[in-house]
């Protein structure tokens, strides 16, 4: 339940980051809105998973990393962003991290 609540922190808050560049520094409500609520529906989702029993740096690591890489991903298809070699190793060493975090018994 704790993964799928992550995850679920996780979709809000890709939502919300990228809504924050369509709201133009807040100048459109509507995307201003959502900012608004998938930051606070990420934040309530990843306590519930706090609540849980994960470990906070397991936890905001797979929050964070997963969030970022999908950021980058996302800024790159659809939001007009450049994805160079560069970024895409970041993004791997990113997801690497991750993945020893948990490996390292993190969870």
């Not at 609540?5 to 919300?16: N, S, Y």
């Not at 309530?44 to 964070?64: E, F, I, P, R």
């Not at 800024?75 to 070699?85: K, M, N």
Request: aromatic share 8%; no cysteine.
């Amino acid at each position: 339940m704790a993964w799928l609540l992550l995850f679920g922190a996780i979709a809000t808050e890709v939502v919300a980051t990228s809504a924050l560049k369509l709201s133009n520094g807040f100048s459109h409500l509507g995307w201003s809105v959502v900012v608004a609520l998938g930051y606070v529906a990420s934040f309530v989702l990843l306590a519930q998973v706090l609540k849980l029993h994960m470990d906070v740096g397991t936890a905001y690591a797979v929050w964070s990393g997963v969030g970022t890489a999908a950021i980058a991903l996302i800024g790159a298809l659809f939001l007009g962003e450049s994805l160079t070699l560069v970024k895409v190793a970041g993004i791997l060493l990113i997801v690497g991290g991750v993945v020893v975090l948990n490996l390292a018994g993190g969870h």
